[in-house]
């Protein structure tokens, strides 16, 4: 008889939704290079939809195993770029929604998609950095690579208290800027200043203000979580030549804003999308992470829990109630 493993596994039939912890066997597992013993997933907001009902259609078939994020070691291979006893991490690709993912002790997937994990992290904390962790260095990234150093002002980061927000508010605080976080949960002050954040705005001053083409400047640049109208105002406020990493749309999907902060300030959107990102650059960003990110806050910001609390989790991160990163135990 096969050995078996215990997966989260969904399934859909008309208007029925379940999600069950199930034994399965390898003859399960989907088609790929690699077999992977996982040790540890992580709880993305984009997990939060899938679990609790497929919100927005993100799941097409089904049975289904979720989990966008996984690492651990590798089992079997066949392909030349990874052995057995290899550490490997895993976002992206839409694994977890087109693809079985990593809410399962096992997974088996395509070898480009794999990521051997870096020198100085261990598969846990490789999965409290996560996609959330992996977009906020994007976003460091990409905002550097248009200009911005500790010397030009002020980083507004948005939705500070989330996944992507935290870990951007404590990368942004290593590397030496001057950090602000915008949250709804004022009590979560505390917990932001301990990240880096110099100081804490309220959300409804960028999300309720009056909408002006162009106000004040004062951001050189911006790691976006929440979209919408926030971003609108964001753009507004915005110095000369200054950068926005927009990375969520928790504020909704629609931009009201003119052209002004464009032609006149010179301000630039930087579009981050962590899913699709090329082998190669996926390396160095996690390479990044591993020495620019201070591990003592990332475990600050960690919480651990059991794969059977997954559907109970889901439901709180979609309400917008979870604070830093959560971490799945897929053995415990």
Not at 157 to 164: C, F, R
């Amino acid at each position: 008889m096969s050995e078996t493993f215990t997966a989260l596994v969904l399934d859909q039939s008309d208007d029925n939704f379940s999600a069950e912890l199930c034994a399965l066997t390898d003859a399960d597992l989907p088609e790929g290079d690699v077999t992977v013993a996982v040790e540890y997933s992580t709880l993305n907001y984009k997990d939060g939809m899938i679990v609790k009902g497929n919100i927005g259609r993100l799941v097409r078939n089904f049975p289904h195993v979720p989990g966008i994020d996984f690492a651990g070691t590798v089992e079997h291979s066949d392909s030349d770029a990874f052995k057995p006893g290899d550490k490997v991490v895993l976002t992206g690709w839409r694994v977890g929604e087109m693809y079985w993912g990593g809410l399962s002790q096992k997974a088996r997937v395509k070898a480009d998609w794999l990521v051997p994990l870096p020198d100085g992290l261990s598969p846990s904390q490789a999965m409290a950095v996560g996609t959330a962790g992996f977009t906020s260095m994007l976003c460091v990234d990409a905002l550097e690579a248009h200009g911005l150093t500790p010397d030009s002002g002020e980083v507004l980061v948005t939705g500070g208290a989330g996944g992507v927000g935290s870990v951007a508010i404590a990368i942004h605080a290593n590397l030496g800027y001057t950090v602000v976080a915008s949250t709804g949960r004022r009590s979560e002050g505390e917990y932001l200043r301990s990240l880096g954040a110099s100081e804490i705005i309220d959300r409804a001053d960028l999300a309720e203000a009056e909408a002006r083409p162009l106000e004040r400047e004062r951001w050189a640049g911006c790691v976006d979580t929440v979209g919408g109208k926030t971003l609108s105002t964001v753009l507004a406020q915005m110095k000369y030549g200054g950068s926005v990493a927009a990375c969520g749309l928790a504020g909704g999907n629609t931009l009201e804003t003119t052209v002004l902060p464009f032609l006149l300030r010179g301000v630039n959107i930087l579009g981050i999308d962590s899913v699709m990102q090329p082998a190669e650059n996926r390396a160095r960003i996690w390479r990044r992470i591993a020495t620019e990110l201070p591990l003592d806050k990332l475990d600050a910001m960690t919480t651990v829990a059991p794969l059977a609390d997954v559907t109970e989790l889901a439901g709180t991160i979609l309400k917008g109630q979870v604070r830093g990163r959560t971490v799945i135990d897929v053995n415990a």
